[in-house]
């Protein structure tokens, strides 16, 4: 047999294999590591949204295959959410389909419109999918940087450097590119857009011909009253966009995968056709639970969003008083923090690898996002105040050792100026 795979091959080492490594060998010791590394959430999914689930697995029929592009009700519920929420009609016919979960659905339309060598502009840093669901379908990728980090500054300045990295792009790429990916609230750095930014991003695509393929699996997870805008809102973006949304950060779902691409008819069409021959549809009962978790009241979203908030704040002011300094993300359930000064220099795998390994902390490299999220790491906010306040304070402890200690271990710069 061939030594690897095509494909294969051309996955990179996994950045976060090495802290999860670490991660498992810690905890088989016993320590208590405060995981805020993966984006899983924690807390349980709403109870009436279990109710149904269960309700529905009992009736006849549900068990047999369901409908690939999801069934037409729960395709109704995505079109009354997009309404009632964005104030975009969409046809659930031509202009929706359910996808088991978005990652998939991404990588699924990654499948359908991708020819081989096509060029695909994708920013860095941003979740993994983005870049790896086109790696995988045969395209090349070309980075935008998107570093962000002072998310409380707002997206202007942010906004235009990027919309000018993309126009750059397409001037220097051959063959043109076809695509654009958009993500906000982003993840890792929570960067959010306005819809100026859409605004200027639909007129720019449109001139330089690309599609948008807009990522808002954090639409509903916002501080400050500021819900995130759908790129859909600007007149004519559905020309030339699909946008993803998903239920599990909204409902705390990760594990149901369920999640919706919706927007231009052609390209859905292409969507669905692909999906048509992969798969039949999530099981029916996670379906209509789905379309119930839609159409329901909405009171468990607000309670979902003050949590995060309360843990945001939490962390930050913990974190602060620990001796590091989190900009306070205004969306998403992410902090995107720079590595402290001392420890810049050893980057943001070995920095994460230290604070398993000496704070009983685990946190997500970024690197592990693209080569632009070097020197951050990204804080999941995925477990309770109490635990962020005990990680603050095994943190302080690590800050305040190590500089006496680690230099042994490690080359931390020298401080002499100081
Ligand atoms: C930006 C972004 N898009 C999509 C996903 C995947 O969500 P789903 O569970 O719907 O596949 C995530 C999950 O972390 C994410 O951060």
Known sequence: MIEEFHRVKRLPPYVFAEVNRL???????????????????????????????????????????????????????????????????????TQIVATLGSKEGFANMAQAITAPGDVILVPSPTYPIHEFGFIISGASIRHIPATGGQTRLGTADAGAEFLRGVERAVKHSIPRPLAVVLSYPSN???????????????????????????????????????????????????????????????????????????????????????????DYGAFTPIQVAAAAALNGPQDCVDE??????????????????????????????????????????????????????????????????????EGFVRIALVENEHRIRQAARNIKKFLARSRETMHNVIPIPQKASR
């Not at 909204?250 to 919706?262: K, L």
């Not at 843990?311 to 590091?324: H, I, K, T, Y």
């Open 188 to 278: 890792p750095t929570a960067l959010t857009a306005d819809l100026d930014f859409y605004t200027e991003a639909v007129q720019l695509c449109k001139r330089l011909d690309l599609i948008i393929l807009s990522d808002i699996a954090y639409a509903e997870i916002y501080y400050d009253n500021n819900p995130p805008p759908s790129v859909l809102q600007v007149p004519g973006a559905m020309d030339i966009t699909v946008e993803f949304t998903s239920l599990s950060k909204t409902y705390n779902m990760p594990g149901w995968r369920m999640g919706f691409a919706v927007g231009n008819e052609r390209l859905i069409a292409a969507l669905a056709r692909v999906k048509s021959y992969l």
């Open 304 to 373: 979902i969003r003050r949590t995060y908030k309360s843990r945001r704040d939490c962390l930050v002011e913990s974190f602060a008083r620990a001796g590091w300094n989190v900009p306070p993300p205004p969306a998403s359930m992410f902090a995107w923090a720079p590595i402290p000064e001392e420890y810049r220099e050893i980057g943001s795998v070995e920095f994460s690898k230290l604070l398993v390994e000496k704070a009983d902390v685990a946190v997500s490299p970024g690197l592990g996002f693209g080569e632009y999220g």
């Open 23 to 93: 991660k498992a060998a810690a905890r088989a010791r016993g320590a208590d590591i405060i995981d805020l590394g993966m984006g899983n959430p924690d807390m349980p999914t709403p109870q009436h949204i279990v109710d149904k689930l269960v309700e529905t697995v009992t009736k006849p029929r549900t068990n047999r295959y369901s409908a690939s592009k999801g069934i037409p009700g729960l395709r109704r519920a995505q079109a009354a959410y997009y309404a009632r929420r964005f104030g975009v009609k969409l046809d659930p016919e």
